[in-house]
């Protein structure tokens, strides 16, 4: 009886601290920019047939003085629910862009960096407005910015959605769809977008259950992703690659891009700026 007390008296401090620690992510959220708790990581996208590094992605992080580094699975949400998106959104902006322009006075290699955007975020009305005037802030060219949305973000207004990525074409930003087949997408629903989306990002949940040895219904979805989007003019990135076999069948197929823990974690911008000065980036042994 005693055990059996102990294990619930521990259960009720385990949700009581996660209880906490929700009111306090909610309640600190709203001033995690001005105290400058947020902050990007960066991941390198190499191109498959070279290792070179053609781009990255930039991924926010909070570090909160109490309860350390908090993942944005935890307080995007929250952001969304609050109305705190849009701010933390055009920090992640003009954050990027500014870091883009460092690097780039540092004499070190241009890349085009991608940000993710809320399908909340994509759809205001003030999107390219934004963009364009954090641009001529940091002095950037449109080309080395890129915009990742999810495809909820294309459910909405099909009429305004079509508005919204010709514009920012029309400025020299490519687009990308990220997380492609955990939503309501099908193979056939790509065609809609042809000539207005440039990459399709293959969820990981796909890249996970590639092998040589099994799973073969998985190999055939990614390898008829890939060429399907090949013949509607895309580009794809592999995303949560980890291992070489992997990578191995990803060439094969000729998926063009490849992004996960076998090149690099997301990184700092201090030690991205390092990977920024190799020729190529070799795949990491033990990377998961």
Same mark, same amino acid.
């Given at each position: ?68 580094? +908090? @993942?944005? /699975? ?9 109305? $705190? !998106?849009?701010? *933390?959104?055009?920090?992640? %902006? ?18 085009? +960096? @991608?940000? /993710? ?9 003030? $999107? !390219?407005?934004? *963009?364009?005037?954090?641009? %001529? ?46 939503g309501y997408s099908s193979l056939s629903y790509l065609n809609r977008f042809k000539g207005k989306i440039d990459i399709l990002k ?87």
């Open positions: 009886m005693q055990s059996k007390v102990n294990l619930e008296n521990s259960s009720d401090k385990t949700n009581s601290k996660h209880t906490n620690k929700l009111s306090s992510i909610e309640s600190d959220l709203r001033y995690a920019i001005e105290r400058n708790q947020l902050e990007l990581y960066y991941q390198p996208k190499i191109y498959a047939k070279t290792n070179q590094m053609i781009g990255a992605e930039a991924l926010i992080r909070w570090n909160h003085p109490k309860w350390g580094i +908090i @993942s944005p /699975n935890e307080f995007i949400p929250l952001a969304e629910s609050t109305g $705190l !998106i849009n701010e *933390i959104g055009k920090w992640v %902006k003009h954050t990027a862009c500014t870091q883009i322009k460092a690097w780039h006075e540092a004499k070190l290699p241009m890349i085009p +960096i @991608s940000i /993710n955007l809320s399908a909340t975020r994509f759809l205001e009305r003030d $999107l !390219i407005t934004n *963009i364009v005037q954090t641009l %001529k802030e940091t002095n950037l060219e449109a080309q080395y910015l890129e915009i990742e949305i999810t495809e909820s973000s294309l459910l909405e207004n099909e009429e305004v959605v079509f508005s919204i990525l010709d514009d920012l074409r029309n400025l020299g930003i490519k687009i990308a769809l990220d997380d492609f087949g955990t293959i969820d990981r949940s796909f890249i996970n259950d590639l092998s040589n040895s099994h799973e073969e219904d998985s190999n055939f979805i990614v390898n008829m992703i890939i060429q399907l989007s090949h013949q509607l003019k895309m580009s794809v990135i592999a995303e949560g690659v980890e291992t070489i076999e992997q990578l191995n069948l990803l060439q094969k197929y000729n998926c063009n891009t490849i992004q996960g823990y076998l090149f690099s974690k997301p990184l700092p911008a201090t030690e991205f700026a390092k990977l920024l000065k190799k020729d190529r980036l070799e795949p990491l042994e033990n990377s998961i």
